[in-house]
């Protein structure tokens, strides 16, 4: 288990082919890192962050059956070499979204 976010990355960067998390900066780091992702949501930040993403699954924690979390796994692993284009761009559109975000508040605290 990765004890801070540079672990994570580190993980990340070193071939994981899916994520499968209820946190949301987990979720965060491996769009980042253009790996596929299977959200299991408790939690609105979750829900509104997973449908930001055009390739991912979400199951809801309180609709969790066995079935229902391997069928979302394995559909996203079947599928993940065919995503990594499209994950690519959706982390470099995160990207940029993110840096206009803190361009914004700079120029904000600036004034």
């Known amino acids: 288990?990765?004890?801070n976010g540079r672990e994570l990355l580190a993980?990340?960067?070193s071939g994981v082919q899916l994520v499968c998390s209820m946190r949301l900066h987990t979720l965060?780091?491996?769009?980042?890192?253009?790996?596929?992702?299977?959200?299991?949501?408790?939690?609105?930040?979750?829900?509104a962050f997973m449908d930001a993403?055009?390739?991912?699954?979400?199951?809801q924690v309180t609709d969790l059956d066995t079935d229902k979390l391997t069928a979302a796994l394995s559909e996203t692993a079947a599928g993940a070499a065919e995503m990594k284009p499209e994950?690519?761009?959706?982390?470099?559109?995160?990207?940029?979204?993110?840096?206009?975000?803190?361009?914004?508040?700079?120029?904000?605290?600036s004034k």
């Open 53 to 59: 993403l055009k390739y991912s699954r979400l199951v």
């Open 87 to 109: 994950l690519e761009k959706e982390a470099d559109a995160f990207r940029i979204e993110a840096e206009r975000d803190v361009i914004g508040v700079l120029e904000l605290i």
């Open 11 to 13: 993980i990340l960067k």
């Open 1 to 3: 288990m990765p004890k």
């Open 28 to 47: 965060i780091y491996a769009c980042r890192g253009a790996v596929p992702v299977v959200g299991l949501s408790l939690d609105p930040k979750i829900d």
